[in-house]
């Protein structure tokens, strides 16, 4: 959790936020990108982390699928309009 992580290292430490959705259940060690939204995390969750006061203003590299169902600029749009 984000509570642990400031424990044990700090959030003055994070610098950047790697995003993409999955295809894998947590803890399935399973690293298939998918789309913002489309995937285990879903929109619901990506809305909680974007919208985190302590982690809005970060750099966020986005790594996801691009394919017919959606390209890199439709997920940077995702990621705004979740994050509004």
Partial sequence: TLKHFDEVIGLSQLKLLHINDTKGDLG??????????????GEDGFRVILRD????D????????VDQRRGDLDNIRKVRELAD
Avoid: V
Wanted: glycine letters at 8%; proline letters at 12%; zero cysteines.
């Fill in 28 to 41: 399935s060690r399973l690293d298939r990108h998918e789309h913002i939204g489309l995937g285990m995390i």
């Fill in 58 to 65: 970060l750099p966020m590299i986005l790594e996801t699928p």
């Fill in 53 to 56: 006061p302590r982690l809005r």
